[in-house]
């Protein structure tokens, strides 16, 4: 079957079987590596991507339901030559530890930070409860989101 949609703003087809996992179409024919799969079962978050803008885990949605659809991974918040604001936030306040939950906690904060653009700590935590670390307490992780809506809200960038 053949699936369109759009990921991280590029028109894609896929000939995949439409029950194939989100996770397994991004990793596998379209090449992007950076969302992990932690438990496979939508309790961890690490594989967490933006659909139409809301944070999904992607181990749980067939691709089929995607078509038509807007995908946003970890890709399509910037790159290594252009890291976006929150992703440098988590370099310099050490939000980023082993690296299997950072694309999820990346994407889960980008929506969080478009949807309440100066969040409070208590925000923040309710924001990315649904993803779990294994190698930090969070603090560091919460840190890097205050300082990326810190930043963001300097230069003017609101909600995307």
Do not use: W
């Not at 087809?13 to 194939?20: A, N, T």
């Not at 910037?78 to 890291?83: K, P, T, Y």
């Not at 700590?121 to 205050?146: D, P, W």
Request: proline share 6%.
């Amino acid at each position: 079957m053949k699936v369109t949609l759009t990921v991280n703003g590029s028109h894609r087809e896929l000939d995949v079987p439409p029950l194939m996992r989100l996770i397994d179409a991004l990793r596998g024919p379209l090449g992007l590596t950076g969302t992990k799969e932690g438990c496979a079962e939508g309790e961890c978050g690490a594989c967490t991507v933006l659909l139409d803008g809301d944070p999904v885990c992607s181990c749980l949605v067939p691709v089929g339901q995607c078509a038509g659809r807007s995908v946003t991974t970890v890709e399509g918040l910037g790159s290594i030559d252009h890291l976006a604001p929150l992703q440098r936030m988590f370099v310099d306040h050490g939000g980023a530890q082993c690296g299997i939950c950072t694309p999820g906690m990346l994407v889960a904060a980008e929506a969080l930070l478009r949807r309440t653009p100066k969040p409070t700590e208590a925000e923040i935590r309710e924001g990315l409860a649904g993803n779990l670390c294994r190698c930090t307490g969070y603090q560091r992780i919460v840190e890097s989101v205050k300082a990326a809506a810190e930043l963001r809200g300097d230069r003017g960038e609101g909600a995307a």
